[in-house]
């Protein structure tokens, strides 16, 4: 079965600073979402990627899925306060799967004012 | 618009009883709705698929007959923790999916946070 790697697992930067979060795939991503998750809360979708080499861009974030299509990167730049939480990379299981997603283990960001 | 609710948002019981989980597409019809399970500082793990008015598919490893689903609607699923123990407690998210022209998109509920005494 998939599985999703998220590296790194924590990370701990200073307001304004720039921030990349990887996440590698053991097999081809046909579909791959990131989300954004509070603590005890449910999750806020940010972007989905599904073709080789795609950017998305959304205020200071921004994802791109890498031509292999087994690897994303989420890079969010002058980073705020707002931005702490868990981010979530999943991913859409080809076949007939019905859509469920896999999950990666989570990126804890916290962001020092 | 695509709104996922769930209700309650928290729940204490005591061992052995029922407790039910709701989950609602506010806006749209969700032909598939997901269940998933959180426990502290981990991912979320994918419990069942659920099809309106068909039976729902299990992942390896959940009981089916301790976490009863119910999709009786385009808009509603139900997840029925049977004879709860203190291991069940858990965050409990669902997400639903099937909004006409973005059905590869998924919208999370904002999760139940259950906890067995």
């Known amino acids: 079965s998939q599985e999703l790697e998220q590296s790194p697992q924590s990370l701990i930067v200073q307001e304004g600073k720039n921030l990349t979060i990887n996440c590698t795939s053991s097999k081809t991503l046909y579909g791959l979402y990131w989300y954004k998750q509070k603590y005890g809360e449910g999750l806020i979708f940010l972007m989905m990627l599904q073709k080789g080499g795609e950017e998305k861009s959304h205020e200071k974030i921004t994802a791109k899925l890498d031509e292999k299509k087994q690897q994303s990167s989420l890079h969010i730049t002058a980073s705020q306060p707002s931005h702490a939480g868990i981010y979530l990379c999943?991913?859409?299981?080809?076949?007939?799967?019905?859509?469920?997603?896999?999950f990666g283990q989570g990126t804890e960001l916290s962001v020092k004012p | 618009g695509a709104v996922v609710s769930q209700h309650p948002s928290w729940v204490i019981c005591k061992s052995g009883t029922s407790v039910k989980i709701e989950c609602r597409s506010l806006?749209?019809?969700?032909?598939?709705m997901f269940w998933y399970r959180q426990f502290p500082k981990q991912s979320l793990m994918l419990m069942a698929t659920s099809n309106e008015g068909s039976k729902a598919t299990y992942e390896q490893g959940v009981e089916k007959d301790k976490f009863l689903i119910n999709h009786a609607s385009l808009t509603l699923s139900t997840l029925t923790v049977t004879s709860a123990h203190p291991e069940d407690s858990s965050f409990y998210i669902c997400?639903?999916?099937?909004?006409?022209?973005?059905?590869?998109?998924?919208?999370f509920g904002p999760g139940t946070r259950l906890t067995v005494l």
């Open positions: 999943g991913a859409d299981e080809r076949g007939n799967q019905g859509g469920k997603l896999i």
């Open positions: 997400s639903a999916r099937g909004l006409a022209g973005r059905a590869n998109e998924q919208f």
């Open positions: 806006d749209f019809q969700a032909t598939t």
